[in-house]
C-alpha cells in the first residue's frame, strides 16, 4: 500500500487515515479548515478541484453520504488519493479523476454539480517568485498550471443554478476572488477569515458563493483563531483535528 517515503497519518476527529509524504505533499491545517466550512448537500454531487493528496474529499466523506469527485492534475499525488480510499473503504463514495482541472468537464457533466470545493495554488506565477525547488510543492502552491481565473470558470461551468463553491485561499487575495466569482456568475455568500492567533494578521480565508445566487445577504462569519496565547490550539481547531 505505501511507497517509499509515505507515511499514514490519522484525521482523528473523522476517523480517516491518509496517505502523506513529505517529499511530495502532506495537507496542512487550510484542508481541515475547508472539509469543515461548507454545508454539504446530504445527495447529489461534490467535486474537489485540486484534490492533492485528497485530504479534502476524504475529510468531508465521514459527514455525508454524496459522491466526491476529487481531480488531480500530478500522477503521484491522485495515486496516493486513490490509495487512501481504498485504505478508508471510500471506493463506493470517491473517485479521483488524473487530469487537468480544465478539462474535468470532459468527466463530470456541467451544471451537474452540488458543490465545489478548492484549495488551489494560492500563489501568483510571477518570474520574480521564489518557488520552492520541489517540483510537486511549487506546483501546489504557485498558479504554474492553473489560477484563480480558471478555477472559477470550471466551478461555474460545474455547478448546478444554485450550487455552491466553497474556496480556501490568503487573504491578500479577497478582492480578486470577490471580482472573478462575480464575473463567473457566483455570488460570495459568506468569509471567513484565519488568524493564527489573537493581534495577529489573517493567514487565510474562507469563502463560498453560490451560482446565479442574489448579490445581497453577503456575511462575514466570526473569526477563527488556530492557536490560543499558549501556542496551543483553540476549542474550534481541536475539535475540527480531533472531535469533540
Avoid: W
Avoid at 28 to 37: E, G, H
Avoid at 80 to 109: F, G, P
Amino acid at each position: 500500500m505505501l511507497k517509499d517515503g509515505e507515511r499514514i497519518d490519522q484525521l482523528y476527529a473523522e476517523d480517516i487515515q491518509i496517505i502523506q509524504s513529505n517529499e511530495v505533499f502532506s495537507f496542512s491545517i487550510d484542508a481541515v479548515l475547508l472539509a469543515n466550512f461548507p454545508t454539504l448537500p446530504k445527495k447529489g454531487r461534490i467535486v474537489d478541484l485540486c484534490a492533492g493528496n485528497g485530504a479534502v474529499g476524504l475529510f468531508m466523506s465521514r459527514k455525508t453520504q454524496t459522491e466526491i469527485i476529487q481531480v488531480e492534475l500530478q500522477p503521484r499525488l491522485a495515486d496516493m488519493a486513490q490509495r487512501s480510499i481504498q485504505l478508508n473503504n471510500l471506493e463506493n463514495q470517491l473517485h479521483v479523476y488524473e487530469m487537468d482541472l480544465k478539462d474535468t468537464c470532459q468527466k463530470v457533466k456541467p451544471d451537474s454539480v452540488d458543490l465545489v470545493v478548492c484549495n488551489p495554488p494560492y500563489f501568483k506565477e510571477l518570474s520574480t517568485s521564489q518557488k520552492n525547488p520541489n517540483p510537486y510543492l511549487a506546483i501546489a502552491r504557485h498558479e504554474i498550471h492553473t489560477n484563480l481565473r480558471e478555477v472559477m470558470t470550471v466551478s461555474s461551468k460545474l455547478l448546478k443554478t444554485n450550487g455552491r463553491l466553497a474556496m480556501v485561499h490568503r487573504p491578500d487575495r479577497f478582492l480578486e476572488i470577490i471580482e472573478e466569482m462575480k464575473q463567473q456568475r457566483i455570488a460570495p455568500k459568506k468569509v471567513q477569515f484565519v488568524y493564527p492567533k489573537a493581534g495577529k494578521e489573517a493567514n487565510a480565508l474562507l469563502i463560498e458563493g453560490i451560482k446565479d445566487g442574489k448579490m445581497d445577504g453577503f456575511k462575514v462569519l466570526p473569526p477563527l483563531f488556530t492557536y490560543n496565547q499558549s501556542d496551543e490550539y483553540t476549542p474550534e481547531l481541536k475539535e475540527m483535528l480531533y472531535g469533540r
